[in-house]
Antibody
């Protein structure tokens, strides 16, 4: 069965970086892209970007350009999202989702809570 | 970017009743639209993609319709497990964008 398992919760200080992992299983990793979506406490869903697991191409939301990097390791079927220069308003649950083509997320990870606090 | 607007923000419905949720795009997304359900402390769950195709294992009481800029998610007879927040998402253009959500609550 398809599973996306994310890394555990993180607490970071303002200005630091965080790297969240998303390990896929149950399907051919390089056949589907990965979306990263975040959700601040009590708020809606916010799309951060997409990465092709086939060739590493990325598409980032302008809001995160220059501050986010999405990568993959096909040898371990793992996707990564690194967010730098963290601020308090980056406190959120970060989700990865499997994406057929550049489309919808059909399977989602369980989410990773990132808390930014001094 | 394409702005997705959902209405209403909150929908109060009795179990067994029909619920109709709306999603409007600021420009045409053709049929490149998905609907998700999210319950508290859970990840979103894909319900509908391609505006009207039910995802795997989604009950037939969920249906999606529309194209272009106007879309509807209908839950024909609300069950207790359907009370949740529902989001639409367009994937026609980058950046992908979500609506702000509609909360379906028990009346």
């Amino acid at each position: 069965q398809v599973q996306l398992v994310q890394s555990g919760a993180e607490v970071k200080k303002p200005g630091a970086s965080v790297k969240v992992s998303c390990k896929a299983s149950g399907y051919t990793f390089s056949s589907f892209g990965i979306n990263w979506v975040r959700q601040a406490p009590g708020q809606g869903l916010e799309w951060m970007g997409w990465i092709s697991t086939y060739n590493g191409n990325t598409n980032y939301a302008q809001k995160f350009q220059g501050r986010v990097s999405m990568t993959t390791d096909t040898s371990t079927s793992t996707a990564y999202m690194e967010l730098r220069s963290l601020r308090s308003d980056d406190t959120a649950v970060y989700y990865c989702a499997r994406v057929p083509g550049g489309a919808h997320g059909d399977y989602w990870g369980q989410g990773t809570l990132v808390t930014v606090s001094s | 970017e394409i702005v997705m607007t959902q209405s209403p923000a909150t929908l109060s419905v009795s179990p067994g009743e029909r619920a109709t949720l709306s999603c409007r795009a600021s420009q045409s997304v053709i049929s490149n639209l998905a609907w998700y359900q999210q319950k508290p402390d859970q990840a979103p769950r894909l319900l509908i993609y391609g505006a009207s195709t039910r995802a795997t294992a989604i009950p037939a009481r969920f249906s999606g319709s529309g194209s272009g800029t106007e879309f509807t998610l209908t839950i024909s007879s609300l069950q207790s497990e359907d009370f949740a927040v529902y989001y639409c998402q367009q994937y026609h253009n980058w950046p992908q964008t979500f609506g702000q959500g509609t909360k379906v609550e028990i009346k």
